[in-house]
T-cell receptor, first 113, second 111 residues
Framework: SAVISQKPSRDICQRGTSLTIQCQVD?????MFWYRQQPGQSLTLIAT?????????ESGFVIDKFPISRPNLTFSTLTVSNMSPEDSSIYLC??????????FGSGTRLTVV | GEDVEQSLFLSVREGDSSVINCTYT??????LYWYKQEPGAGLQLLTY?????DMKQDQRLTVLLNKKDKHLSLRIADTQTGDSAIYFC???????????FGPGTRLSVLP
């Protein structure tokens, strides 16, 4: 099964700044997914990242706010841009293991002050 | 779209059984999943069940699936304090295009 290393694990950032979150997978995967978990909420899919093409964003999420890179089949980054306190959440990357479910990174707990 | 529904809280005593319920929406979902999220951690896949099964047992975990009612449950036998976590059910919708989570059930295990 895939192992995902996600970093940073947590950060406290000033409003108006940007944070880039990295996910490294120990095997090649076609698609990587980025989720947001707001405090006390379930997970919401932000976007799907495919290698060699632009990410596909879900309704309510835009590339200018959450730019994503996918330079190869084992790595992706999500940037949270021009942050505000409303962006305080846990951000998780995930890969599809096929029918046996998805594997998640350990998450990045972001606090914007 | 319609929501995946779960009760938000459950408290049980250590040693008792816990039953966490979930109602999903897409009758075409081929797999349904249970994930566990411990405090401050990411999500861990606990178990999953194929839609042509009624039950799956894995050590202390038993998953029951009622396709007619679109109802999924997770039973944890001999619940321990280490089982305290948030449990999410999830379904794959639209023939694999969308992976959707319920709101999560916060399980508290009392000594």
């Amino acid at each position: 099964s895939a192992v995902i290393s996600q970093k940073p694990s947590r950060d406290i950032c000033q409003r108006g700044t940007s944070l880039t979150i990295q996910c490294q997978v120990d095997s090649q995967v076609t698609m990587m997914f980025w989720y947001r978990q707001q405090p006390g909420q379930s997970l919401t899919l932000i976007a799907t990242a495919n290698q060699g093409s632009e990410a596909t964003y879900e309704s309510g999420f835009v590339i200018d706010k959450f730019p994503i890179s996918r330079p190869n089949l084992t790595f992706s980054t999500l940037t949270v841009s021009n942050m505000s306190p409303e962006d305080s959440s846990i951000y998780l990357c995930s890969v599809d293991k096929g029918n046996s479910g998805y594997t998640f990174g350990s998450g990045t707990r972001l606090t914007v002050v | 779209g319609e929501d995946v529904e779960q009760s938000l809280f459950l408290s049980v005593r250590e040693g008792d059984s816990s039953v966490i319920n979930c109602t999903y929406t897409d009758s075409s979902s081929t797999y349904l999943y249970w994930y566990k999220q411990e405090p401050g951690a990411g999500l861990q896949l606990l178990t999953y069940i194929f839609s042509n099964m009624d039950m799956k047992q894995d050590q202390r975990l038993t998953v029951l699936l009622n396709k007619k009612d679109k109802h999924l449950s997770l039973r944890i036998a001999d619940t321990q304090t280490g089982d305290s976590a948030i449990y999410f059910c999830a379904e794959i919708r639209n023939y694999g295009q969308n992976f959707v989570f319920g709101p999560g059930t916060r399980l508290s295990v009392l000594p």
